[in-house]
């Protein structure tokens, strides 16, 4: 995606994933009702605000992930993410993190320094 066509998606959050986030929220909404929940029975469990349950059940796509996840795992969602084969996979990734050169002691330094103070 050109750095254009980026732009253009940023500003336009209904473009992409508006009707995503409206499901999500019909799909969290049923689950609570389903478990006989109000939305201030899930504010109150999972201390997200009542507000932001509301925008997320009416499908704002602009609400931080974060907090839903963690209303989605309370109601018993589990999330999946359609399309992962673009992702890496694990054994794409590096075995390690590759060690920072600064934090290495130096294998010249003298054997008398003092100890380090707090």
Do not use: C, W
């Not at 019909?26 to 006989?36: D, P, S, Y």
């Not at 009416?58 to 969602?77: H, Q, S, V």
């Amino acid at each position: 995606m050109s750095n254009v066509d980026q732009s253009s998606a940023i500003s336009q959050p209904d473009q992409f994933g508006a009707e995503d986030a409206r499901r999500f929220g019909r799909m969290v909404r049923a689950r609570r009702k389903a478990q006989g929940l109000r939305q201030e029975d899930v504010a109150s469990a999972t201390g997200v605000g009542r507000r932001y349950i509301v925008d997320m059940e009416n499908g704002k796509p602009t609400l931080r992930i974060g907090p839903a996840l963690m209303i989605a795992r309370f109601l018993g969602i589990v999330p999946m993410v359609e399309h992962a084969l673009s992702a890496p996979q694990d054994s794409d990734l590096p075995g390690m993190i590759p060690e920072d050169p600064s934090d290495r002691i130096p294998e010249d330094l003298p054997d008398d320094l003092p100890p380090l103070e707090d």
